[in-house]
């Protein structure tokens, strides 16, 4: 069974440029979560999905930051424009549900966002 | 608000010690535990996990943690470190809510 995919594994960008990353769940999960991980922190997280809904973005600077799953399956973590403290790795995880048994997720490998 | 924490930030043991590293969180509502590591240069995996019923909950290559709900708390345990076990480990919180909270991390150094 594949895992979760993310892309592009490593970015560099000057700050107020734009970035997209891009994450495809594991087949058959509803649930998708986008993170941001700074150094030495753990995982906080931005966003997460059921379906095509963005059930909780609380956490998303909605300023500069946007997110989407169109058709419940993969999604884009949008910045524009990125500033230097953005540099973080991007980490996106999948699970069945949100409840319960079902709420084990699965993470990607991480998009590392270096802002220059 | 809710929080993690993870009290031991660095830890470095030798091989065939004994490991506990500490889990408290803030919520009073019914929880999910979880204890994830993040082997270097890998993606972060499950260790364990807590739902319901025993406890005790015994996860991969012989860690096991103990749910102590009157303390809050969800430590992970390894009766003997291998230096294969050098990693960090979080620990993570679902809530009612489904809220997933994220401790600070624990870095492990097994010297061998």
């Known amino acids: 069974e594949a895992g979760v995919v993310q892309s592009p594994r490593y970015k560099i960008i000057e700050k107020k440029q734009p970035v997209a990353f891009w994450c495809n769940p594991i087949?058959?999960?509803?649930?998708l979560y986008w993170y941001l991980q700074n150094l030495g922190q753990g995982p906080e997280l931005l966003i997460r999905y059921e379906n095509e809904e963005a059930v909780d973005d609380s956490q998303l600077p909605k300023d500069r930051f946007s997110a989407e799953r169109l058709k419940g399956v993969d999604s884009t973590l949008k910045i524009q424009p990125a500033e230097l403290g953005d540099s973080a790795v991007y980490l996106c995880?999948?699970?069945?549900?949100?409840?319960?048994?079902?709420?084990?997720?699965?993470f990607g490998p991480g998009t590392r966002l270096t802002v220059l | 608000a809710q929080s993690v924490s993870q009290h031991n930030h660095h830890v470095i043991l030798s091989e065939a010690a004994s490991l506990e590293l500490g889990c408290n969180y803030s919520?009073?509502?019914?929880?999910?535990l979880f204890w994830y590591v993040q082997y270097p240069g890998q993606h972060l995996q499950l260790l364990l996990k807590y739902f319901s019923g025993d406890p005790l909950v015994k996860g991969i290559k012989g860690f096991e943690a103990e749910f102590i709900k009157s303390k809050f708390s969800f430590n992970l345990r390894k009766p003997s470190v291998q230096w294969s076990d050098t990693a960090e480990y979080f620990c993570a919180v679902a809530t009612g809510t489904y809220k997933y909270i994220f401790g600070t991390g624990t870095r492990l150094k097994v010297l061998a």
């Open positions: 919520y009073g509502g019914t929880v999910n």
């Open positions: 995880a999948s699970s069945l549900g949100s409840g319960g048994p079902y709420n084990e997720q699965f």
């Open positions: 087949s058959g999960h509803n649930t």
